[in-house]
């Protein structure tokens, strides 16, 4: 009898659903984007993936975007360029009208062909500080602050919190290509504030650093450093800066040296104090990751995963808003079908998005892909990162004027 | 091609030394080329980026086989030898404006210069010893590149270059760009086939077999090693030329230690000391890395690698130490992960990687 009315429900449904469905025309949605669950930096991967692919599946759970449901293609490719290609080019042949690239050399691998596809790419975190000028670079979005904002952003903390003219600040970089790209706006800080500046480079695979270290702290004697490392260099960079009695409080990370990872490494009792910037707020009293927790995990009757919330986490669900209001104002203002180009289109009509407090008040326009270069303070207390500041950015006509300048040549 | 010699019998002197002196491996090379030409009429363009990228890859592989396969000398240093053509590509293209098929071979000969430059300890060192030397020379160049803006292009080390052209025919697409890498690809081959039948070839096969004695019967050992190397690194140039005019930028990132040790294991399991070894390596072993079924094996801790596997385990804590309950990762998605601790445990590949690079080694010394 169960079995019967249960069916019977389902037939109705069914038969409901089949005369509405034609009138309502729900399409789906294709975006897709790679991960690194394996390989050097998969540390990173397992948080910040799940953080996207729950969002997606909340979107879903909601009735999906205006009514139209997202179909997201997770692709391994382990951090390697050649994977990263054929990620990309797997997803383009799905149908995907953006993506998400993950990535520094495989963000500047796959420049060209988005632009010669006309798909855009989200790169939040990973990179291209020039591509904020989307006149430049029309279909690549990093959607987050680049580390040039980052830079200013980290200058403008310390110059709030008392450096005054003649302040000894110390900036220690990862020495590739993504590490040394602060540097021009650390100088062009520096040089206009007065402070007296120094550059320490911390060679790959960055498990060394104690010359420098001392350096810092006994002959050039830094009131404030600004580090901007990778891997395992930032617990590597926490333990030696403590072992030289640095006060933590006076250094400041730029964001892959700010999650939870980084400061385990170190030990979290070690790490008291020190400051990192994040471009997504990051914790679980969030309203976006309570509804995450609510609709995809217990109403499921699963387990959260601890990882729930976590900075990585986070990020990952910065990435899938983004591409979900990308989406939504494609969807809004340009229709279906939906294309690469009108998520584009898409993309540069965000306007004051803040998912609830989760994110930076965004504003993307077709001139500012990056969406205002906003960042936040987090600092060590516990065993967490507590927030310290609002929403900051700094120096930004400096900022600006770099990438101007970087996209005229 | 796999065939025997068989019931054929020879009745010149021609006939002997010809490339493929068998009919039916004649035919079947034939028959592969007419396939290999007619293939984008069958596949996608995801498949033909497969195809690219395995056609790339057999074009170093078969370059790297010379040297370690042929001629016995271990290097680590190929990725290294693959910038050196990449970045000379790119800045032929941007600053000489010259097109793609003058900058394949420059991107080549720099690299053979610099190959033959870094083959210079090969001369009083063997085995282990010699691989330590080349990795030295993968780190000078890659430092050397990253830190002199003149090569590199500025503080990111990444040109662009504009779409590359043939007779006014833009190669913007990946069948177009399957038409651009198969022709070097073929060339490449039938120059390797030929190289090692021939004086040279049985020269490196000489010193590979015992160094000694080919010094003895009249081999110049100097000359012959820093020619594989050369011949090598040219090998390596195209293909990392190859490579900037596929992706249209030029990227250290992209040939670092890692590339190196990727092109010995292809070498390895295509099979040393053959051409066609290192041709099936860079085919089988892109393909297998690039299988969807491969990944989710890999990220579920199943692949094939599985008994190769390391683990670094253990809790880093200092006694004492507290830590934060939802760090610990005991719920990852990817089984063997650490419950709580500093340090990742090595990616899958990477291990097989350097299994098979401590293999080679081994085999070396």
Redesign the interface.
């Known amino acids: 009898m169960k079995v019967r009315g249960w069916l019977t429900a389902v037939l109705t449904i069914a038969l409901g659903v089949g005369l509405v469905a034609p009138a309502m025309a729900s399409h789906v949605i294709k975006i897709g984007g790679q991960c690194d669950r394996t390989g050097a930096t998969k540390v990173v991967g397992v948080e910040i993936c799940p953080g996207l692919t729950d969002y997606v599946a909340l979107v879903n759970k909601k009735g999906g975007v205006l009514g139209h449901k997202l179909e997201y293609t997770e692709i391994e490719h382990g951090y390697t360029v050649d994977r990263g290609v054929e990620a990309y080019e797997r997803l383009k042949r799905d149908g995907a009208v953006a993506t998400l690239d993950y990535g520094t050399p495989i963000v500047y691998a796959l420049t060209p062909r988005h632009m010669d596809d006309k798909i855009p790419g989200i790169t939040p975190g990973f990179g291209r500080a020039d591509s904020t000028d989307g006149g430049a670079w029309p279909y690549i979005f990093p959607m987050a602050a680049t580390y040039w904002s980052q830079a200013g952003a980290g200058m403008q903390f310390i110059k709030d919190n008392g450096a005054k003219k003649g302040a000894k600040i110390a900036h220690i970089y990862y020495d590739n290509p993504a590490g040394r790209e602060g540097i021009p706006i650390v100088e062009a800080v520096a040089k206009k504030e007065g402070y007296q500046l120094r550059l320490f480079a911390v060679p790959p695979p960055g498990v060394e650093m104690g010359p420098q270290v001392i350096d810092i702290t006994r002959r050039f004697k830094a009131d404030w450093v600004l580090g901007h490392l990778f891997g395992q260099a930032p617990a590597v960079s926490i333990k030696e800066f403590k072992r030289a009695g640095f006060p933590m409080n006076r250094f400041v990370s730029f964001v892959w040296g700010a999650g939870e990872a980084n400061i385990e490494g170190a030990g979290w009792d070690v790490a008291q104090g020190y400051i990192g910037m994040q471009y997504s707020s990051t914790g679980r009293d969030l309203p976006v990751i309570r509804e995450i927790m609510q609709k995809v995990y217990k109403d499921d009757g699963k387990e959260v995963p601890k990882y729930v919330g976590s900075v990585y986490y986070s990020r990952g669900v910065l990435n899938g808003a983004i591409l979900t209001e990308g989406i939504r104002l494609a969807v809004q203002n340009h229709g279906l079908p939906v294309t690469g180009d009108k998520v584009r289109l898409g993309f540069e009509a965000i306007k004051n998005f803040d998912l609830q407090g989760f994110l930076p008040p965004m504003t993307v326009t077709a001139k500012d892909h990056e969406g205002g270069g906003w960042v936040r303070m987090y600092q060590v207390k516990g065993t967490e990162w507590v927030a310290i500041t609002d929403w900051i950015r700094g120096y930004r006509d400096e900022v600006m004027a770099l990438v101007k300048q970087a996209n005229k040549k | 091609m796999i065939n025997r010699e068989c019931g054929v019998y020879q009745t010149t002197y021609e006939g002997d030394m010809a490339l493929y002196p068998l009919p039916l491996a004649r035919y079947s090379t034939l028959g592969a080329v007419v396939i290999l030409v007619l293939l984008p009429l069958a596949l ?3 498949a ?3 195809a690219n ?1 395995m056609l790339l ?1 057999s074009i170093g592989a078969i370059g790297l086989n010379i040297l370690v396969g042929y001629t016995g000398q271990v290097s680590l240093g190929h990725g290294a030898f693959m910038m050196v053509g990449s970045y000379t590509a790119a800045l032929v293209t941007l600053r000489l404006g010259l097109p793609f098929w003058v900058g394949l071979p420059a991107g080549g000969a720099v690299a053979a210069l610099v190959g033959a430059f870094f083959g210079i300890p090969s001369l009083r060192i063997k085995g282990l010893y010699l691989a330590i030397a080349t990795l030295a020379g993968q780190f000078i160049i890659e430092w050397t590149i ?1 830190h002199s803006t003149w090569i590199s292009g500025g ?4 040109i ?1 270059v504009p ?1 590359p052209t043939f007779l006014g025919w833009e190669i ?1 697409s ?1 069948y177009r760009r399957y038409f651009m890498v198969l022709p070097v690809a073929i060339v490449a081959y039938v120059a390797a086939l030929n190289l090692v039948r021939s004086r040279v070839g049985r020269a490196f096969i000489a010193v590979r077999d015992r160094d000694v004695a080919a010094e003895i019967i009249g081999v110049d050992i100097f000359r012959y090693k820093l020619l594989a190397f050369a011949v090598s690194s040219f090998y390596a140039g195209v293909a990392g030329a190859l490579w900037t005019y596929y ?3 030029a ?4 040939f670092t230690l ?1 590339t190196s040790v990727s092109y010995l294991a292809m070498i390895i399991i295509g099979g040393l000391g053959s051409v066609l070894g290192g041709q099936r390596a860079g085919l089988g072993l ?1 393909r297998r ?2 299988h ?1 079924a491969a ?2 094996a ?2 579920r801790g199943r692949g094939r690698s599985r008994p190769l596997r390391l683990q670094v385990r253990g809790d ?3 006694p004492g ?14 089984p063997g ?1 650490r419950a ?5 445990d090595v ?4 291990t097989v990687l350097s299994s098979v690079a401590v293999f080679i080694l081994r085999r070396a010394t």
């Not at chain 2, 990227?251 to 992209?254: A, I, K, L």
């Not at chain 2, 990616?347 to 990477?350: A, D, K, M």
């Open positions: 996608d363009s995801h033909m980026s497969l990228l890859a990253n503080v990111q080390s990444t662009y779409t913007n990946e992706l249209k930028i990227n250290y990132e992209h890692a892109r890395l690039h969807p990944d989710r890999r990220v880093r804590r200092l130490e507290p830590q934060a309950d939802h760090l610990r990762r005991a719920d990852h998605p990817v992960h709580g601790g500093a340090l990742p990616g899958q590949r990477e």
